[in-house]
């Protein structure tokens, strides 16, 4: 089921909503702090985030750069329009007026939700690494990086099988359909070209040459 991280320093608020998400058969967190939402999503990546503006700490204004490829909608009682115009351009996928009805905000919920698994067909995401097939790029730390055509398609295939290694003939064998003219002889130089693309973003090795079977991806 889909995981939603609650952002409110009011606890009866965040109960509320909990409550109310839990009963629909979502998985929630709750955060009653800017700093304390920082903590979870450096170790947690959910599907959504209801924000509060008005946080100890670092406010929900500031907070919402911080947050990368998760749609944020913004629950608060600030009511100005200035502000709603600011937050929705600054990236948040929707905005909220307290006090709010539970049906309408559970709705919202649902079309955000709806959304963001149209647009996740064609998004893979393991750890900080995150794969467009459509546009043939990864990103990590903000930074995109193009890919052939047949490098997608490999590191793809690490990505569905993070931290497991897949021999080079199933490789092959299952990117046939996308790069038909992959070999074995050429697959090592792909696996390094992209070994060579994710590194030039922060020094990190993310791939790993399994001795005797093929390769896998480190997450």
């Known amino acids: 089921m889909p995981y939603i991280l609650i952002i409110d320093d009011d606890a009866s608020i965040s109960e509320m909503l909990s409550e109310a998400l839990e009963n629909e058969g979502y998985t929630v967190s709750k955060a009653y702090s800017g700093t304390e939402a920082m903590m979870f999503l450096s170790q947690?990546?959910?599907d959504l985030v209801l924000l509060d503006l008005m946080l100890p700490g670092l406010?929900?204004?500031?907070l919402?750069?911080?947050?990368k490829d998760i749609p944020v909608m913004v629950v608060s009682a600030k009511a100005d329009i200035a502000d709603k115009v600011g937050l929705l351009l600054g990236g948040a996928v929707d905005y909220?007026?307290?006090?709010?009805?539970?049906?309408?905000l559970l709705a919202r919920i649902t079309v955000q939700l709806r959304r963001k698994n149209n647009s996740d067909s064609n998004t893979l995401r393991v750890g900080e690494i995150t794969l467009y097939f459509d546009k043939l790029t990864v990103k990590?730390?903000?930074?995109?990086?193009r890919l052939?055509?047949?490098e997608c398609a490999i590191l793809r295939l690490?990505?569905?099988?993070?931290?497991?290694?897949?021999?080079?003939?199933?490789?092959?064998?299952?990117?046939?359909?996308?790069?038909?003219?992959?070999?074995?002889?050429?697959?090592?130089q792909h696996i390094s070209n992209i070994r060579h693309k994710l590194q030039t973003v922060n020094g990190k090795d993310y791939i790993e040459a399994v001795y005797g079977i093929g390769f896998k991806l480190k997450s």
């Open 44 to 46: 947690s990546q959910p």
């Open 59 to 62: 406010s929900g204004e500031e």
């Open 64 to 67: 919402l750069p911080h947050i």
């Open 96 to 104: 909220i007026t307290k006090p709010f009805n539970m049906q309408e």
């Open 140 to 145: 990590i730390e903000q930074t995109e990086i």
């Open 148 to 150: 052939t055509r047949t």
């Open 158 to 188: 690490l990505m569905q099988n993070p931290n497991t290694p897949i021999g080079k003939t199933t490789i092959l064998e299952k990117i046939s359909y996308d790069t038909p003219d992959c070999t074995e002889r050429s697959l090592k």
